[in-house]
């Protein structure tokens, strides 16, 4: 059984930098045809697909942030990582890691507030 596990800051300031990890378990981030994303969920806001990278190692980004996105991998530690810059407090959400739309991280929560 795959399990995700996020890791990472709660609060910033604004114009900081969000990073993020996922740790992976039961699965490996290299192999198989899926995707590892990065989805967020604001208040009083459905879910956000930030980004993701495919098994081969090939990100993708959302056009809306594409920009201030930068999704990575470690191989080695079977993790990929969210980079997100100069955040607001627009950023503020749940911040999840997904599998190919099956499996979930808890999430963490991030809060951008001075």
């Known amino acids: 059984q795959v399990q995700l596990q996020e890791s990472g800051p709660g609060l910033l300031q604004p114009s900081e930098t969000l990073s993020l990890t996922c740790s992976v378990s039961g699965a490996s981030i290299t192999t198989g045809t899926v995707y590892w994303a990065w989805i967020r969920q604001s208040p009083g806001k459905g879910l956000e697909c930030l980004g993701y990278?495919?098994?081969?190692?090939?990100?993708y980004y959302s056009s809306s942030l594409k920009s201030r996105t930068s999704i990575s991998r470690d191989t080695s530690k079977n993790q990929f990582s969210l980079e997100l810059s100069s955040v607001t407090p627009a950023d503020t959400a749940v911040y999840y890691c997904?599998?190919?739309?099956?499996?979930w991280g808890q999430g963490t929560q991030v809060t951008v507030s001075s």
């Open positions: 990278i495919s098994y081969s190692g090939v990100s």
């Open positions: 997904n599998r190919g739309g099956d499996s």
